[in-house]
């Protein structure tokens, strides 16, 4: 079974998609959707797979703090 914060980004980050020609991404962030456009499918990936680290390091450190989590 994966951890919760798999579940955390996947509530919150979008896959890649093709639109109008761009790859778009799409994201939460202080509780609002918001979208970064990028001309290639490589850096759509590159910036995915950055949001889903920063997402899993908030939702860990979130844990950590209430101390569910060592």
Do not use: I
């Amino acid at each position: 079974m994966p951890d919760g914060s798999v579940l955390y980004c996947f509530q919150n980050l979008y896959e890649p998609q093709e639109e109008n020609g761009m790859w778009v991404v799409h994201y939460k962030q202080n509780d609002k959707w918001q979208s970064e456009a990028c001309m290639t499918r490589e850096s759509a990936v590159a910036f995915y797979q950055k949001k889903t680290r920063e997402l899993r390091s908030f939702y860990n450190r979130f844990l950590r703090e209430l101390g569910a989590k060592k």
